[in-house]
């Protein structure tokens, strides 16, 4: 699943590649630029197609080009978390965020980093942080990812308030959605839990989260079709799951 977080992350990284500064404060030129960004795409291509190898010839040339570009850094940084090179990527990471700490896509993909090495405090910091920036067109999905490592931390709370803020700045946010959901039912607010899990079936693909808490609401609400529909398929797709042990253990 890592992995799979990863590679969704990558196109994200591909940014506009504004006027980059140098040492002295002087800017580089446009063709400068373009090259610089050609590498980048390329080592993004090979990336999503698991070359990791020609991905860092490209990123190479692209540091050569410019030292200190920090798109090219927090790509390193994901090109060696595939790999399971931890500390070498925590180290691009870090540089990236050093050489741009204004970037909210570069503090999401440290935090999805921090997060995958199951340092949540530190992921929340990064991430609360990216979700700052109020022109990030990916900010419904740093406020999803906060509200999941709240929960990591044993906050509920804030687990809450980042995923409203997630489904109030995107009302399609799928895990926020779902997330909320479990929240709802869990606070025997029945109604309301019934209306993230619709939302959330519209948009999404079934899981054992989301068929679980189908089986649940339908109990309640004495619909015993969804009940049987949603259980059937617990067992059928996911006979594997935690949720389908609590399935069973609640039969």
């Known amino acids: 699943?890592?992995?799979?977080?990863?590679?969704?992350?990558?196109p994200l990284l591909v940014s506009s590649c504004q006027s980059m500064g140098t040492p002295n404060g002087e800017t580089k030129d446009n063709g400068t630029v373009e090259l610089v960004q050609r590498h980048l795409d390329l080592a993004i291509g090979y990336l999503r197609n698991r070359d990791y190898q020609?991905?860092?010839?490209?990123?190479?040339?692209?540091?050569?080009?410019?030292?200190?570009?920090?798109?090219?850094?927090?790509?390193?940084?994901?090109v060696f978390q595939l790999e399971g090179e931890t500390d070498l990527a925590e180290e691009y990471f870090k540089r990236a965020v050093k050489y741009n700490p204004r970037s909210a896509q570069i503090r999401n993909s440290y935090g999805a980093f921090l997060f995958?090495?199951?340092?949540?405090?530190?992921?929340?910091?990064?991430?609360?942080k990216a979700s700052e920036d109020r022109f990030y067109p990916n900010r419904p999905m740093v406020f999803e990812n906060l509200g999941v490592a709240y929960n990591r931390i044993g906050d509920p709370e804030e687990a809450?308030?980042?995923?409203?803020?997630?489904?109030?700045?995107?009302?399609?946010?799928?895990?926020a959605l779902i997330e909320l959901g479990e929240i709802r039912f869990d606070q025997r607010n029945y109604i309301e839990s019934r209306d993230y899990y619709r939302r959330y079936s519209q948009v999404g693909p079934s899981t054992a989260k989301s068929l679980w808490l189908c089986v649940r609401l339908g109990r309640i609400f004495q619909d015993n079709n969804e009940e049987a529909s949603c259980s059937e398929a617990l067992e059928g797709i996911f006979p594997g799951s935690d949720e389908y042990q609590q399935y069973k253990?609640?039969?």
């Open 160 to 175: 809450e308030s980042a995923f409203i803020r997630a489904t109030q700045l995107n009302p399609q946010q799928r895990r």
């Open 249 to 251: 253990e609640s039969t």
């Open 54 to 78: 020609r991905s860092k010839e490209k990123l190479a040339k692209a540091l050569d080009i410019e030292p200190k570009n920090a798109d090219v850094h927090a790509t390193y940084g994901l």
């Open 116 to 128: 995958s090495e199951k340092r949540f405090h530190e992921a929340v910091d990064q991430l609360s």
């Open 1 to 10: 699943m890592i992995r799979i977080v990863l590679l969704l992350l990558l």
